[in-house]
C-alpha cells in the first residue's frame, strides 16, 4: 500500500491517505458497492481495466487528518483501521468466483 502526504508546509503534513489496489475475480462495481455498504471508515472505488484484456480493480482508500504536535501514535488507531479493512477488501476481491465475501469486520 502507499501512504501519500498532502498539505506540508514546514515539514509537517497534516493530511495523509492510504491507498491500496487489488485485482481479482470479484472486482466488480457491484461487489465493491456492497463492501462500501457494508463498511465505514475505508471506502473503495472499481477501476475499470485500462486495456482490453486487463484485470479490473478495487482501490481503496483512507484519508486521516493529524493533529500538528500530536506524536506519530495518533496514526496507531488509523493504521489499525487500515490494516483491518484494507486486507478485508483484497480477501473480498479475490474470492472465489462466485463464493460469498468476507463479513464485515470494524
Same mark, same amino acid.
Given at each position: 500500500?502507499? %501512504? +501519500?502526504?498532502?498539505?506540508?508546509? !514546514?515539514?509537517?503534513?497534516?493530511? @495523509? =491517505? &492510504? +491507498?491500496?489496489?487489488?485485482?481479482? *475475480? !470479484?472486482? +466488480?462495481?457491484?461487489?465493491?458497492?456492497?463492501?462500501? #455498504?457494508?463498511?465505514?471508515?475505508?471506502? /473503495? &472505488?472499481?477501476?475499470?481495466?485500462?486495456?482490453?484484456?486487463? $484485470? *479490473?480493480? /478495487? @482501490?481503496? =482508500?483512507?484519508?486521516?487528518? %493529524?493533529?500538528? #504536535? /500530536?506524536?506519530? =501514535? =495518533?496514526?496507531?488507531?488509523?493504521?489499525? @483501521?487500515?490494516?483491518? %479493512?484494507?486486507? $478485508?477488501?483484497?480477501?473480498?476481491?479475490?474470492?472465489?468466483?462466485?463464493? /460469498?465475501?468476507?463479513?464485515?469486520?470494524?
Amino acid at each position: 500500500w502507499v %501512504l +501519500t502526504l498532502f498539505s506540508c508546509t !514546514n515539514g509537517a503534513c497534516p493530511d @495523509v =491517505q &492510504f +491507498t491500496a489496489v487489488f485485482a481479482g *475475480p !470479484n472486482a +466488480t462495481p457491484e461487489i465493491v458497492a456492497r463492501w462500501n #455498504g457494508d463498511r465505514r471508515f475505508v471506502k /473503495a &472505488f472499481y477501476a475499470a481495466p485500462e486495456t482490453e484484456g486487463g $484485470d *479490473p480493480q /478495487a @482501490v481503496a =482508500q483512507f484519508d486521516v487528518l %493529524l493533529h500538528p #504536535g /500530536a506524536g506519530a =501514535q =495518533q496514526l496507531d488507531d488509523p493504521i489499525q @483501521v487500515w490494516r483491518s %479493512l484494507s486486507m $478485508d477488501l483484497g480477501r473480498t476481491v479475490n474470492a472465489p468466483a462466485g463464493g /460469498a465475501a468476507a463479513p464485515a469486520t470494524e
